[in-house]
């Protein structure tokens, strides 16, 4: 959700990023009813992609999955979407549903490749960020 975050981690020199997470429905937000029930497993499988390819990033992220309350002692449902992204690729895998691991080997060298494709690090070390 903080792009800023992840373009300073990158400009450190990042390569892969892991992103725990506790990322649920928020079933009793009227917009998500009346336009997209689906808007966050949406956000986040837009998200993870992007901040792959924008940074030039493995990214990881690790979500919850199942039903769980909230802060405010509300039941919800923690939508998991748990998954590996790169750049030029996407999604290398992805959990959809239900408590599951997976083992995912990631040939790194793709991140070369995206360097010279878009310059994106050679870009970075010339802008300042916040």
Known sequence: ????????????????????????????????????????KDHVNALCTARAVENNIIFVYA???????????KLDEAIGQSQITSPIIGVLNKLNKGESMFIQEVDTNI??????AYEIRKDLKNRILY
């Open 1 to 40: 959700m903080f792009p800023e975050i992840f373009r300073k981690m990158t400009k450190r020199g990042a390569k892969i990023v892991f992103c725990p997470s506790l990322w649920y429905k928020g079933k009793d937000y009227k917009p998500y009813i009346k336009y997209n029930i689906n808007s966050e």
């Open 63 to 73: 979500n919850a999955v199942g039903n769980l309350k909230t802060s405010g002692n």
């Open 111 to 116: 991140l070369k490749d995206s360097e010279r």
